[in-house]
């Protein structure tokens, strides 16, 4: 069954084909559901709409030779705001970006507490090196 290009429901993908568990499809949710047409038909509720402009401001942040090396290693980006606003560096590159807010300060008391379950006042933090 597919749905039609003005539905907000995702068609079904591979996995959710082969799961014959119920006579109804069931779609399993995974982590590119966000780029699918049918998640982006509406600029109000589309996950890709609503972080462009982020985006955008953080690869205004970000060295460009840190850019290229991000997509030709197939790599998450690194470097984003080492250089402050408004500062040049030293090939010339001038970094023209908004700072947005420290969410880690602005928006509560986020403690990094390893090995214990997030509660009201925990919230575990990934803060891995990649």
């Given amino acids: 069954m597919r749905y039609s290009r003005d539905s907000q429901l995702v068609n079904p993908d591979v996995i959710d084909r082969l799961d014959s568990a119920s006579f109804f499809q069931y779609h399993h949710e995974g982590p ?62 001038t970094y023209n970006y908004e700072e947005g807010t420290n969410m880690m300060n602005d928006y509560g008391n986020f403690m990094r507490c390893p090995g214990l379950v997030s509660t009201h006042s925990c919230v575990i933090l990934d803060t891995a090196k990649h």
């Fill in 32 to 93: 590119y559901d966000a780029v699918y047409p049918e998640r982006n038909f509406d600029s109000k509720l589309s996950p890709i709409e609503a972080v462009k402009r982020t985006n955008e401001e953080a690869l205004k942040a970000t060295p460009e030779d840190k850019i290229k090396d991000s997509i030709n290693s197939h790599r998450p980006l690194d470097g984003v705001a080492f250089y402050p606003p408004g500062t040049t560096d030293r090939e010339g590159q």
